[in-house]
């Protein structure tokens, strides 16, 4: 397999107007004679399908949900980054680059990010003239906040649901093209395979999930923004219906799939309660500002914290890192909160989690202060786990809620796989080894609205492409092979369900390839993964039949995906022989237990190749050049 | 604590449904209540039965997904809250829920618990946008707006979609929904030009979709889970008789 980045050559300033200019167009009368797919409607796929819409393609755009509405970009808290320097802090194009690719620990590729720093400050004005409700001043402009990683105020917020609302202005957008015919949306409809005729993507086989029928859909390209994988982990931060299925399906047909084990565990999530637990819920990272962490000093202390008194507490954060404290960075506070539960001192009833203490801020601030900043987090903490905490300390738990890695791109954001296109979380791009906070966003939305409707353009009209049909004899064996998967999971009838597989699939990934991963672990990992997925194969319990609606045959599809990435993970984190950004292997750091890069051997993004069922994918390498920003060592001490 | 469900059971929106009881044994306080019915459906799947269909997706009470009646009421008795945030300590032993799914002749059940919600992306087609082609937009900070007005307008667009306030509502009317959406876009400076036009497209959607009519009872403000306010129907009102009038003169 060769990885031809396509990088523009010259300086990286003007790297994207130069690929602007020569890129080939489609002559606005030959636009509705080109059919596109999109499938996933969350920013990235919202916002390609509503662009791709306005400029006259054909496009039918498809989710899994009942309405495009639902995607799970909805979900965002926090806010999204745009380098406008609106606040005149000494922001701009080249910090937000220069920030986006040392917070990536120098595992992303520089043009990518440089475009995504440019493109942030279209995005902002395009989602206020769509009516986003951005925060804003009394004075009527709009409203910035801080985020972690940054040191100027680059981060646009409406309310706590930023997601939501530039969700609803993709969304709208998207029905705006409905209504004018531009586009059909087709919801409650999985894809479940990719069509690849002489070596171009031509369609998709999709799952009416009401009905259960099976569906071709030829196009001239397909574009796949169907987001991340963090569902392998079963207990994850994303929505139940979040699945791998399609990303997984295109690699099965020949799309690198680059850096699986580059996950972001983010600090402070609302720990598990029990063993019905069926998703988790993330706290704002904003808490770390006045809260302080801790666990007792003695392993199985379980007092109620009131009774511990401070000479037997633990402020592990503020005593291993002086200078940032309860503020370093989400892999590491993520690690030490791991460290200390694994040494028996953890709290709760599972002893899987630590203290979030707002005591010494309330006698401090006094709890108005305290109301008034946090006053929404608390509520949702209450509703959910019935303890007021005002009166005791919070506790919290890292969880995984989002992943870099994803297919193979090039500049034009086309997978190994020509006319396969690959935007959003789905991709791998631009984030490297770990991602910012409120950069997921940005980059959906750069991909979706400013990139995609250039580079699909040039790719149309750069191709010849030949005439097919639903008849084909790839489309028929496609088809014959969706059939016979859904066929499989049904006639299994055995006596586990599939969410029991799920949750231990979950448990295997989490703790040999969570928080941190040594080689050992991760061969271990790879062998329970695989009797797992034997298992599953003649154990599996999936009800009913496919002509209706059958949640768990839906269910039975992704998680058999997951139990075949989550090796791949496995098997990815076992040959970056370095410890970077959310990638950290035992093996691998300074002698104050920090991560230790290797620039000189790991400077790449892994993309593997997929070569049959029985035999070990391929590592390509990406080299990754940097030429503006220089790889340097993090630290928070 | 051990529960008692009675829950309305359909196959398809063909067929006639009805009510199932089923026991909920050991019930955790701590579980929400879709964790409650994954164990049930557990249970259902391990007797060989076939496991309730519900939509839920986030699990986080902003995706809209979930929704049904809990004794009478959507999303259940606790306030401003989705039925996938609702937590069973609200609930005590021996407790007895009926669960059924939104019930209105726009919302077709298509299985069990699961209705089509369809009509409500038909009502946001038919004008619920703001026309602004990729790549136009002038710089975000061009045209000042007040911060009451996009405070407002906020409230107004955290609606969710989840389709309670139709489900409430004795006329199965879904005023509040289109209102808010309405309200969003026409308390905005950028709004202003397709605001007549959105308030008389959207309201002859809302009524081809056989909604009922809006009686000002009330029922959709007390269960929406994000607590959008029923002014948003009076601006919608205002919206369409003042756009309706136009365009009579017009003509």
Same mark, same amino acid.
Not at chain 1, 274 to 283: A, E, F, P
Not at chain 1, 421 to 439: I, K, P, Q, T, Y
Not at chain 1, 459 to 473: M, N, R
Not at chain 1, 617 to 626: A, D, G, H, I
């Given at each position: 397999m060769h990885l031809d980045s396509k990088v523009p050559s010259g300086p990286i300033e003007s790297a994207w107007e130069k690929a602007k200019f020569e890129m080939k167009l489609v002559n606005p009368a030959n636009k509705r004679k080109f059919n596109v797919i999109v499938v996933g409607s969350g920013l990235a796929g919202g916002s390609a399908a509503a662009s791709l819409g306005e400029l006259g393609y054909n496009v039918k755009c498809f989710c899994f949900q009942d309405s495009p509405r639902r995607a799970h970009s909805i979900a965002a808290q926090g806010g999204i980054n745009a380098a406008k320097n609106y606040q005149n802090d000494g922001d701009s194009v080249y910090r937000l680059f220069y920030d986006t690719v040392k917070g990536g620990d120098f595992r992303a590729r520089e043009h990518n990010v440089y475009r995504l720093a440019q493109i942030s400050v279209n995005i902002i004005d395009q989602c206020v003239a769509q009516g986003v409700p951005f925060a804003r001043e009394y004075g009527g +402009?709009?409203?910035?906040?801080? !985020?972690?990683?940054?040191?100027?105020?680059?981060?646009?917020?409406?309310?706590?649901?930023?997601?939501?609302?530039?969700?609803?202005?993709?969304?709208?957008?998207?029905?705006?093209?409905?209504?004018?015919?531009?586009?059909?949306?087709?919801?409650?409809?999985?894809? +479940?395979?990719?069509?690849?005729?002489?070596?171009?993507?031509?369609?998709?086989?999709?799952?009416? *999930?009401?009905?259960?029928?099976?569906?071709?859909?030829?196009?001239?390209?397909?574009?796949?923004?169907?987001?991340?994988?963090?569902?392998? !982990?079963?207990?994850?931060?994303?929505?139940?219906?979040?699945?791998?299925?399609?990303?997984?399906?295109?690699?099965?047909?020949?799309?690198?799939?680059?850096?699986?084990?580059?996950?972001?565990?983010?600090?402070?999530?609302?720990?598990?309660?029990?063993?019905?637990?069926?998703?988790?819920?993330? %706290?704002?990272?904003?808490?770390?500002?006045?809260?302080?962490? @801790?666990?007792?000093?003695?392993?199985?202390?379980?007092?109620?914290?009131?009774?511990?008194?401070?000479?037997?507490?633990?402020?592990? *954060?503020?005593?291993?890192?002086?200078?940032?404290?309860?503020?370093?960075?989400?892999?590491?506070?993520?690690?030490?909160?791991?460290?200390?539960?694994?040494?028996?001192?953890?709290?709760?009833?599972?002893?899987?989690?630590?203290?979030?203490?707002?005591a010494d801020s309330i006698k401090r601030l006094g709890r108005d202060t305290v109301e008034e900043r946090y006053g929404n987090l608390f509520e949702m903490y209450e509703r959910i786990t019935g303890?007021?905490?005002?009166?005791?300390? %919070?506790?919290?738990?890292?969880?995984?809620?989002?992943?870099?890695?994803? #297919?193979?791109?090039?500049?034009?954001?086309?997978?190994?796989?020509?006319?396969? !296109?690959?935007?959003?979380?789905?991709?791998?791009?631009?984030?490297?080894?770990?991602?910012?906070?409120?950069?997921?966003?940005?980059?959906?939305?750069?991909?979706?609205? !400013?990139?995609?409707?250039?580079?699909?353009?040039?790719?149309?009209?750069?191709?010849?492409?030949?005439?097919?049909?639903?008849?084909?004899?790839?489309?028929?064996?496609?088809?014959?092979?969706?059939?016979?998967?859904?066929?499989?999971?049904?006639?299994?009838?055995?006596?586990?369900?599939?969410?029991?597989?799920?949750?231990?699939?979950?448990?295997?990934?989490?703790?040999?390839?969570? %928080?941190?991963?040594?080689?050992?672990?991760?061969?271990?990992?790879?062998?329970?993964?695989?009797?797992?997925?034997?298992?599953? @194969?003649?154990?599996?319990?999936?009800?009913?039949?496919?002509?209706?609606?059958?949640?768990?045959?839906?269910?039975?599809?992704?998680?058999?995906?997951?139990?075949?990435?989550?090796?791949?993970?496995?098997?990815?984190? #076992?040959?970056?022989?370095?410890?970077?950004?959310?990638?950290?292997?035992?093996?691998?750091?300074?002698?104050?237990?920090?991560?230790?890069?290797?620039?000189?051997?790991?400077?790449?993004?892994?993309?593997?190749?997929?070569?049959?069922?029985?035999?070990?994918?391929?590592?390509?390498?990406?080299? #990754?050049?940097?030429?503006?920003?220089?790889?340097?060592?993090?630290?928070?001490? | 604590m051990n529960l008692k469900l009675h829950v309305w059971r359909q196959a398809n929106a063909a067929s006639a449904g009805r009510m199932e009881a089923y026991d909920a044994p050991d019930v955790n306080a701590d579980m929400s209540f879709l964790e409650m019915l994954d164990v049930v459906n557990e249970g259902l799947i391990a007797q060989g039965k076939e496991p309730i269909a519900f939509e839920h997706d986030c699990r986080e009470g902003i995706c809209g997904s979930c929704g049904f009646m809990v004794n009478g009421i959507a999303h259940g008795p606790q306030r401003g809250t989705t039925i996938c945030q609702l937590h069973m300590r609200h609930f005590k032993d021996g407790d007895e829920l009926y669960l059924e799914p939104w019930r209105a002749r726009a919302f077709p059940v298509i299985k069990d618990l699961v209705v089509d919600r369809g009509a409500f992306d038909r009502i946001i087609k038919a004008g619920g946008y703001i026309s602004a082609r990729t790549g136009s937009a002038p710089d975000g900070n061009a045209i000042p707006i007040p911060k009451e007005d996009s405070d407002l307008a906020m409230d107004a667009a955290a609606c969710i979609g989840c389709g309670a306030c139709v489900a409430a509502c004795p006329n199965a009317s879904a005023a509040l929904f289109t209102g808010a959406k309405i309200s969003h876009l026409g308390l905005l400076p950028q709004g202003q030009a397709e605001r007549s036009r959105r308030a008389l497209r959207m309201v002859a959607q809302y009524n081809d979709e056989l909604f009922g009519s809006c009686t000002n009872i009330g029922e959709c403000e007390a269960v929406c889970p994000k607590e959008i306010k029923m002014e948003n129907i009076a601006r919608m009102n205002r919206d369409y008789l003042k756009a309706a009038l136009e365009s009579r003169k017009a003509s």
């Open positions: +402009l709009l409203a910035n906040r801080s !985020f972690g990683g940054a040191q100027v105020s680059r981060t646009f917020y409406a309310r706590g649901q930023t997601g939501q609302q530039l969700l609803l202005g993709a969304y709208q957008a998207l029905e705006a093209q409905v209504d004018a015919g531009r586009v059909t949306m087709i919801p409650r409809t999985e894809m +479940l395979d990719l069509v690849v005729i002489n070596g171009r993507a031509r369609g998709i086989i999709t799952r009416n *999930l009401v009905t259960g029928k099976l569906e071709t859909h030829v196009a001239d390209a397909v574009i796949l923004a169907t987001g991340g994988y963090g569902n392998v !982990f079963y207990l994850s931060t994303n929505a139940k219906g979040s699945n791998c299925t399609a990303i997984w399906r295109a690699y099965k047909r020949g799309a690198a799939f680059a850096n699986p084990c580059f996950t972001q565990i983010h600090p402070t999530c609302i720990p598990v309660s029990g063993d019905y637990q069926s998703k988790l819920t993330l %706290m704002s990272e904003s808490l770390r500002n006045d809260g302080r962490i @801790w666990v007792p000093q003695q392993p199985g202390d379980k007092r109620n914290p009131a009774q511990i008194p401070e000479g037997e507490r633990d402020y592990y *954060l503020e005593r291993r890192y002086p200078s940032f404290g309860n503020l370093v960075p989400r892999d590491v506070a993520s690690r030490a909160a791991k460290a200390a539960c694994d040494e028996g001192r953890g709290v709760g009833e599972t002893g899987l989690g630590v203290y979030l203490d707002f303890e007021d905490p005002y009166k005791t300390p %919070m506790r919290i738990y890292p969880a995984i809620h989002y992943t870099m890695g994803g #297919l193979w791109v090039d500049y034009q954001l086309m997978s190994t796989i020509p006319g396969l !296109f690959v935007v959003g979380e789905a991709n791998f791009s631009d984030h490297g080894a770990n991602r910012l906070g409120a950069s997921a966003l940005m980059q959906g939305l750069s991909d979706g609205y !400013f990139v995609i409707p250039y580079t699909l353009g040039n790719y149309l009209a750069s191709t010849k492409l030949e005439k097919v049909s639903a008849d084909a004899p790839e489309f028929r064996a496609v088809t014959a092979d969706v059939e016979d998967r859904v066929r499989r999971l049904l006639s299994i009838k055995g006596n586990r369900t599939v969410s029991s597989f799920h949750r231990e699939l979950g448990k295997v990934i989490w703790d040999y390839c969570g %928080m941190s991963r040594n080689a050992d672990g991760l061969r271990t990992a790879i062998d329970k993964v695989r009797t797992l997925r034997e298992e599953f @194969w003649t154990n599996v319990n999936v009800p009913g039949s496919g002509e209706d609606l059958n949640q768990q045959l839906e269910n039975a599809g992704r998680v058999a995906d997951f139990m075949e990435l989550g090796e791949l993970m496995c098997l990815d984190a #076992l040959d970056r022989n370095e410890s970077c950004g959310g990638h950290f292997r035992e093996e691998f750091q300074t002698e104050d237990g920090e991560a230790l890069r290797d620039d000189v051997h790991y400077q790449y993004a892994a993309a593997w190749e997929f070569t049959g069922p029985d035999s070990p994918p391929v590592l390509n390498k990406e080299q #990754l050049e940097f030429e503006y920003v220089h790889p340097a060592q993090r630290s928070y001490k | -």
